[in-house]
């Protein structure tokens, strides 16, 4: 149920986890289980609201003590794979608004095996970790062991996603297999065999084909004697042990890939008793996160391992996320099927479409619903990553964010293993932040969180967030199908989960609150305002061009400039916030979008001087490390374009961008004001107070830029002036207003000349310094 409410922050709307039991018999066979399904399925029709038309129509004799909720949708799990064409009759018996939208994955459904969708999701999760460590898992071998066999969906689908894995050794409930030196090109043929032949089993695995020293073994064996190859490779020091002793050798042996693809959980952490894993049934088998020796895990399968010991695994230096972040795929793909159908149900409603033709155009599609899938699976494993680099500088937010979660009643910080207070303040102390699997669990609640705000305002109707709904289906959708695409009845709720997904993933799961806090703003007024922010820099295509670079530059300057662009965003939807209504969003888009065009062209026809010699040095290093230099010239733009807004304010409606522009600049270098954020910003901070402190100040300095920038433009203004374009004049300009602050101003040279003999700069200096400015603020 944990994994599921994760996984809920990329469906719409959210879901559940139940099952049923057959009871009462000794031996139940299918058709026992058949008729207890739809016995389970017609209970919930039965007291679930229909939809006719655009009326809901409550079930008869169902006393109601909630609004109405007509959306039920079944989503096929283990032991009910095969059922969604039962579930999709009974739909139709009733006659249930969904029709065979009600059951997923059926005859006219996505086949999750045959997409391998699920395999391919936790994939995405698996290659960023290994680009991390910079390695390309489609061109180097790598080692692998994990749980499953080749018949199954997910472990057969991913066993297959590369042709340079070295499958050393794996187990499911009946079989061992080991192969302690593969041939992988050999190897990956007779997997490949074995996926496509029916009920397959490791013992179905041609020997032939293994390493020496390889073997297919039973689980239920007295005992098995390991070669010499496999003794090396898993660290057993006797010649024979039981088969528990090789399942246990296995998950600990040093290798670089663990998956799960089976059933079960097999890796505690050492402060949990095995009562507290929840599968008795691997008790015998299952290990201590401090054990395992793998640098990678991809949880292919649900609870692999307890969240314990995720979080003891992460905080040992082992890269993984969890279980609901890389197998969310499926439920993902499920989601899309169902709002596909729902929008085509429409269509044949209008008579503009008949089933079978309904029918051929869902498999057109299938691609492109597995790379819309595909690409959340993306962009939250890369939310993560950006959200670990920075874990560190944001623990104080994240802290907030689960004590703000937790008084909603969203959150149980003991249930989800997250930190208490006290383990917090250990962990600033120590400069730490949270792991990787705790990052995972806050970014699904935060969302969740975010999702009822704004799926309860009014952000839904805004017109500028209508791409976002397109932008949900495949693009074989869009022409033919634009009126109902519109009218889709869950639009509102698909517009919040996009949204949503996208502020979380492109600008952090801190940024919200980081907006409240700084501007008092409601979350939606914060989703606009970064929606707003995206739109007038053309964000998009950047992203993608930054995400074209994987595997061609290291990972960790590639994720620098995501998180450069997040800053960005950052201090732009602050400004937003801080200094317009968001209203009328379009025109301001537009207004805005023209401004940054025209101040790129300004800066580009002479102007780059302003971005100072840190940013020339950054550009080297950028294309020295295989940046293009398109991008490499956006990304050290953008801290001068995301001034646009402020500089548009300034001049108002009596000045042009360009004069203005030129303005703010010269008074930048006139006070030095680059030089000081720049100081700021590289100042070793011993504590996150420090860090907050110098975040305010680096604030302060862009405001007090601003003041200053106004206070000159006012004083030329009163003169009858215009403000020139010419450097020179422009300096002159700015001169001539110091003259008559000559002593405040003289004070502040003197301080700045001190600081710049200093052998370091400190808070003590930067506070001193920001209080003169102020003087002159407030003087002026």
Known sequence: MKAQMVKNTVIVPVGSKGGFVVKGLSAPQKEDGVFCYQTLIRGMLDITDNRKGEKIVPPPQVVRHDGDDPYLVVAADKGTAKFSDIANALSLEYGFWLGDAFALGGSAGYDHKEMGITARGGWEAVKRHFREMGKNIGRTMFTVVGVGDMSGDVFGNAMLLSEKIKLLAAFNHKHIFVDPDPDPARSFAERKRLYVLPASQWSDYNKKTLSKGGGIYLRDAKSIKISKQAREVFGILQEEVSPDVLVRAILKAKIELLWFGGIGTFVKSEDESQADAGDRTNDHVRVNAEELRALVIGEGANIGMTQRARIAFARRGGRLNTDAIDNSAGVDTSDHEVNIKILLDD???????????????????????????????????????????????????HARLITQLERAGLLNRGVEALPDDEEIQDRLRAGGGLTRPELAVLMAYAKIALYNEVLASDLPENPSLEGDLFRYFPVALHEPYEAFIRKHRLRREIIATFATNSLVNRGGLHFA??????????????????????????????????????????????????????????????WYLSHTRLENTAELTEKHRAAVVALREWLEKGHLSILGETSRQRRKHYLEAGITERVADDILLMPVLGLAPEIIGIAGATHGLEETAGLYFAVEKRFRLLWLRTEAKQMAAENHWQREAVAKIVDELYRIQADLSRLVLAAALAKGKKMPKDEGALTATIEAWISKESAGVSGYDALLAEMAAAPRIDLAMLTLALSHLHSLTKNG
């Not at 993560?384 to 680099?389: C, G, N, T, V, Y």
């Not at 995501?562 to 732009?572: L, P, Y």
């Open 513 to 574: 609150i980081m907006m409240k806090e700084k501007t008092g703003k409601p979350v939606p007024k914060i989703v606009n305002a970064y929606v707003v922010t995206r739109d007038v820099y053309g964000l998009r295509p950047l992203w993608r061009a930054v995400e074209k670079l994987d595997n061609t530059v290291p990972a960790e300057v590639q994720n620098d400039l995501f998180i450069r662009i997040g800053k960005m965003i950052e201090r732009t939807a602050e």
């Open 347 to 397: 269509v044949m409603q209008a008579k503009q479409l008949t089933l079978a033709e309904r029918n051929k155009l869902l498999g057109r599609m299938t691609d492109d619903v597995a790379k819309h899938v595909l690409r959340d699976n993306y962009l939250q494993t890369l939310a993560l990553s950006l959200a670990q680099s920075r874990a560190s500088e944001l623990l104080p937010l």
